[in-house]
């Protein structure tokens, strides 16, 4: 047995753990926190229970996908709800837009809101169907490591019909005119990380996913999603290491021999760093093994960090449904503090979660959870003062659109931003979301899963290949696995003959 280590307990490192395991690899998940799930850990305190990051569960065929390759389903680990409507947008204290679940209601919506956009939907929603299908059966599954992949007849066709070389912004306004609308179609790529004038229009795969296969929520939370991945990985004979910081990789001979965490060398025959990529090139490598060098990050679109509050409220807010679009303010403003002048936003846009809606588990009875995040550009100055300006900002906001007295309410509060990001995942510049999905930070074009310099060494997560969100993470460990059982075997097999 080849001994595996993988560093990150994130999804990109449980889904590897998973395959590298059902490979007949010795695996060992190495986190530093205290507890595992990256970006998705949860935590409860004064009766309250807090996903920390990922809310939104779209794409539950990816999930079915995995856990069928070891034979099992979701529901084996968690119990799944479908949100009926998905979620709604605020656009002023009196303009609510709710999306409703079932496709008939939606088109009803959108002649209500753009007489004549029924039509149109329908065949925005036959092509982000298409796009689907070409993306996640012909594109994001592959490791990337030269276009040559793609050369085949029906990836080729599919790409050619998927609106590449065109905008998300330009693809959505060939369609659809009130700006409702466009602000629907435009959102998932905005938290994809880009302005929607530089993604191109393959993306809009998203609002397929959004409005045709449905926004859900495991009863629980999101960290459900994780326990089960874990549960699964470790009846595969994985073990998961918690408070285990590695602190480099040793590399000899092109190979990495071992892993240290402080004093303590462990021998290992391969690794999948699930860790923020630049941390694992730049710091547990350094300079003479690393895949790229700092230039190259400073050259990089990431997706936005984001300013987060987690509050517990002891009363209900009427208005609020499980997730809430705050787009009260000006879109292309916001984006352009996010993505081309980097700078704290003057009149933010802003999500709530509020998951008490779905799931009494996670409030005491009476109070409401409330997610809030703001995004924002990666590296800005990060203070309690920012933080508080914030926290006030956009509960003034919710006061006015709920027509709800909440402030005075408030029993629980902790925030999150950019220094958190950094401290709790080593995440470069402070980024909660990876790098941004523009064209020319697609597939090949992405930093690279395999290290030119250590053979026996791959990264995954989301900030190599396919990109961030809770999907493509699970498809990126699972790519990564598949490739470090091929070097292995090779080796293996050298060494037989
Ligand atoms: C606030 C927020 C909201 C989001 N919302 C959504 C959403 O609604 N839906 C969605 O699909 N996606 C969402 N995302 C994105 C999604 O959560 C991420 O893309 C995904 O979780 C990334 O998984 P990962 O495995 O790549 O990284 P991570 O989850 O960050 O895992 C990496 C792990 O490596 C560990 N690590 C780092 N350095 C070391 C070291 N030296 N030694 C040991 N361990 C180390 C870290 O502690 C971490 O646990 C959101 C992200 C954030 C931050």
Known sequence: MSKVAVIGSGFSGLSAACFAARDGHSVTVYEKNG???????FYREQGFGFDMGPSWYWMPDVFEKFFAQFGKHPSDYYKLVELDPGFQMFFGANETVKIPA???EL????EEIEPGSTEKLKKFLSEGKFKYEVGMQELVYKPAFSWFEFMNYDVIRGVA?????????????????DPRLVALME???LFLGAMPSQIPALYTLMNYAALNLGTWYPMGGMHKIIEGMASLAESLGVEIKTNSEITRISVSDKSAS???????KIAVDGIIASSDYHHTDRVLLGDQHANYPESYWKKKTFAPSCLIFYVGVNKQINKLIHHNLFFDADLDKHAKEIYENPEWPADPLFYVCCPSKTDPSVAPAGSENLFILIPI???LEDSSELREEYFQKVITRMEIITADTIREHIVYRKDYC????????????????????????TAVWKPSMRNKNVNNLFYTGQLTVPGPGIPPAIISGQIAAEQISKTLNTRIHERTI
Not at 161 to 177: E, I, L, Q
């Open 258 to 264: 071992h892993l240290l965490i402080g004093n303590e």
């Open 107 to 110: 088109y009803a919506l959108f």
């Open 187 to 189: 959102f998932p790529v």
């Open 418 to 441: 950019v220094n958190d990001f950094v401290n709790d995942y080593h995440a470069y510049g402070g980024n909660a979301y990876g790098l941004a999905n523009t064209l020319s930070q």
């Open 377 to 379: 550009a990666t590296g």
């Open 161 to 177: 019909k998927s609106n590449v070389f065109k905008s998300v912004r330009s693809y959505v306004r060939g369609y659809f005119k």
């Open 102 to 104: 079932r496709l008939d």
């Open 35 to 41: 507890t595992i799930g990256g970006r998705c850990r």
